[in-house]
């Protein structure tokens, strides 16, 4: 069964606006962690957050944000005021208790300048 | 402080040929993951190693198979290579449990 769901397959916007990057994921462990990481052209996944299951608080970064709403199972990613340099493909993972790593199959983000 | 570098960065096999991929961690990380990443694809996990022992095991078949040195560094050996083998191939390291895994820039594989 798909642990990580990332509906979104593609998403272009124009500089400047703002994107939300959806992740729903399916788990029965009571401990878990989210990630999100960010693979630009290169090939390298950058990490950009942590979440474990226990800490429902939002977080704000900068121009990211992250949404954790665990009655939906959902860890939503916030990007504001786009830039061309967020282009990239952006993955949602789980990881439960013995830290393999569940990835979704991620949403590439296109900013139009 | 060097993240995680992988050698080679990319490769070409042929058919029913095998390769071998290696890993350095992050400085004092301990704990190696890998992972295959098709074209379009999220990231799938292969194993992990942790005091030089497989700790866990992705679905793979036995072609593919590993190894972590003293040092931590690892090696991922992929037997009787199939086209279907060609991918990004990415290596994690971290400190278990639970911390944010570091990647490589991965080795990309394509096998003719």
């Known amino acids: 069964a798909q642990k990580v769901t990332q509906a979104q397959t593609e998403i272009s916007v124009v500089e400047k606006e703002d994107v939300t990057l959806d992740c729903v994921y399916e788990?029965?462990?009571?401990?878990?962690?989210l990630f999100w990481y960010k693979q630009p052209p290169s090939g390298e996944l950058v990490f950009l957050i942590r979440r474990n299951s226990f800490d429902e608080q939002n977080e704000i970064s900068g121009r990211y944000s992250w949404n954790f709403q665990k009655s939906t199972s959902s860890f939503n990613f916030t990007i504001t005021a786009s830039q061309v340099v967020d282009s990239a493909v952006y993955f949602c993972?789980?990881?439960?208790?013995?830290?393999?790593?569940?990835f979704g199959t991620g949403t590439s983000l296109t900013v139009i300048p | 402080d060097a993240g995680v570098t992988q050698s080679p960065t990319h490769l070409i096999k042929t058919r029913g040929q095998q390769v071998t991929l290696r890993c350095s961690p992050k400085?004092?990380?301990?704990?190696v993951s890998w992972y295959q990443q098709a074209l379009g694809q999220g990231p799938q996990f292969i194993f992990q190693y942790y005091e030089e022992e497989e700790r866990q095991r992705g679905n793979f078949p036995d072609r593919f198979s590993g190894h972590q040195f003293p040092n931590y560094s690892s090696e991922l050996n992929v037997n009787a290579l199939l086209l279907g083998d060609s991918a990004l191939y990415l290596c994690?390291?971290?400190?278990?449990?639970?911390?944010?895994?570091?990647f490589g820039q991965g080795t990309r594989l394509t096998v003719v």
């Open positions: 400085s004092g990380h301990d704990t």
């Open positions: 788990t029965r462990d009571t401990t878990y962690y």
């Open positions: 994690a390291s971290s400190l278990v449990p639970h911390t944010e895994a570091f």
């Open positions: 993972a789980l990881s439960e208790a013995r830290s393999q790593f569940y």
